[in-house]
């Protein structure tokens, strides 16, 4: 079984004391609720309800494995170059339904915390000493049950659009002394597009629109062209060739791409006239002026040393603008970008978080475990640091609070950055 899946499995397998408990606690309120209502449902077809749609967002993981053990993986419908009606029977409610247990385990614990809190107080008081029963507390269980049913419709709803819409970001980056002619310019970034049977028609579409506008100053593509397998190459170069940024467009390798097919892929984007860019400087004139892109590969099976790096930046050529392209944005090639005197590193990888959760409204991700820089704009000793969203997916099968993305830039001199 690819890496991929079995990571699926391990999630849902860790996942599986999170659907256990709030299942139960689930089931319980739903009793509780509806006890004095019309259609009361007892406490164990409660369970019976709750359990069998737990089950359900279980079934693409006992899919992976029954197709696995039997040796019948290839013919399993994730190799069909179109989605089927079982992607929509199994794959995505199985991510919907992790998304969403994630969502309410906390509010849940909270709440029976809560209650537990006052059940101590209610027995500890001189006045309310008894042996009977407490009665349950039905706000608590219609609090409960809304909880669930809030976040089973939003995270459905959420990653309907997060993953099939491919948004236009605009932003400003301001960029301290630079120069009056440099002002203004505009850049495009982009990364992650996973070319695929997920990502595909619209989505390839607009990116290439996107590129041909002629509107943008420099282009830069963070790498991961292709998702799994070279089935997706030609239909993705499609997308991307021949860029109409008015001054270049530079990409850099990313993992997929490195697993792939490093060389056809790097060979081909230089055909379709991008610079592609291997632990390599540009130096594009401009008015007067100097920019400089450096592009550095840096995925798991091909890392840059120290060494390498260091010697790399320390005799780059003097710019006005000085631009670092990268896939993975980890966290001391930011610093070393900032030594040297780099004005924007720009990054992929991450997909935004790709899945992020919000814990009372604290947005965390698995990505922030590998780099702090996983979404948005950062300020780094005088560097700004960008990381696009980028457009495909990978582990998981949709998109939550991590849109899919293309990336758009102006520059300008002083000030403070934000919205464009």
Known sequence: ???????????????????????????????????????????????????????????WP???????????????FIYSPQLQWQDYLVLFPAWCGLISVVEIFPYFLVLDIFAGVR???IFSSRKKKSDKKLPGKPWLSYLKVG????????????????????????????IENLPKELQGLRLCLFGDIHANRYTQGKKLD?????????????????????????????????????PKGKLAGAACMGDHDYWTAPHLIARELKKCG???????????????????????????SQRISDYELERLLKNAPEADLKIMIVHQPREFLVEAAAKYGYHLFLGGHTHGGEVVNHFFGIPFSPGLLETRYCWGQHRFKGLT?????????TLAALRYHAPSEITKLVLASGGQGGAF
């Open 274 to 300: 991008w610079e592609f860019l291997q632990n390599q400087h540009l130096l594009i004139p401009y008015k007067g002026h100097q920019i400089l892109v450096t592009g550095i590969t840096y995925v798991y």
């Open 62 to 76: 006992i899919t992976l494995e029954i197709y696995y053990l039997t040796g019948n993986f290839r013919n399993l």
């Open 1 to 59: 079984m690819p890496w991929i899946y079995r990571m699926a499995v391990k999630i849902m397998l860790l996942a599986l004391p999170l659907y256990i408990y709030v299942g139960l606690r689930l089931s319980t309120a739903i009793a509780k609720a509806t006890k004095s209502s019309r259609f009361p449902i007892s406490k164990k077809n409660a369970r019976i309800i709750v359990f069998a749609v737990i089950l359900w967002f279980y079934l």
């Open 385 to 393: 640091v960008v990381i696009t969203n980028g457009i495909g997916r």
């Open 119 to 121: 059940r101590l107080k």
């Open 206 to 242: 607009k990116l290439r629109n996107t590129l041909q506008t002629g509107n943008d100053d420099l282009i830069f593509f963070t790498g991961d062209l292709i998702g799994r397998g070279p089935d997706y190459i030609d239909q993705a170069l499609n997308a991307l060739c021949n």
């Open 147 to 174: 909880i669930a049913l809030f976040f089973l419709f939003y995270v459905g709803i959420r990653t309907y659009f997060d993953t099939s819409h491919l948004r236009i970001s605009t932003s400003e980056v301001v």
